[in-house]
């Protein structure tokens, strides 16, 4: 059983949802090391503006992708349970629409050294 898994990042617009980059994870790591702990996590793709077989390719699997896009922060829970279980819960509408103020486009200054 392979312990890495890639999770896609989707682009939300009006035309068409896209796979925009991808990160890599290693199930082992985050399950043990990482269990409960913050960390960053880095999102690779294709460059922008290109498009085809390839870019799909290098959005799909950061392994082969040429682009950095970002980081994340993350927090990865495991615990033992007897067997596999499937969770649906219901979202309470009001918390939901509280949400609404986090999806708003803001700006952001980054700060970096390059070398």
């Known amino acids: 059983m392979s312990t890495r898994v890639v999770m896609k990042v ?5 035309v ?5 980059g991808s990160i890599l994870f290693n199930l082992k790591v985050c399950m043990n090391d990482l269990n409960g702990k913050f ?5 690779y793709g ?3 503006n ?12 950061p392994e082969v992708a040429s682009t950095w896009k970002g980081r ?4 990865v829970t495991s615990m033992k349970t007897e067997k596999p279980q499937c969770k649906q819960l219901k979202l309470d509408k009001k ?9 708003e486009y803001r700006e952001f200054e980054v700060i970096a050294e390059v070398g």
Not at 16 to 20: A, F, G, L, N, R
């Open 10 to 14: 989707m682009d939300k617009d009006l």
């Open 16 to 20: 068409k949802d896209e796979v925009v």
């Open 39 to 43: 960390f960053w996590k880095n999102i």
């Open 46 to 48: 294709c460059p922008l």
């Open 50 to 61: 290109c498009s085809g077989n390839n870019s799909e390719m290098m959005n799909n699997n």
């Open 72 to 75: 994340v922060l993350m927090q």
């Open 95 to 103: 918390e939901v629409e509280g949400l609404g103020k986090l999806l």
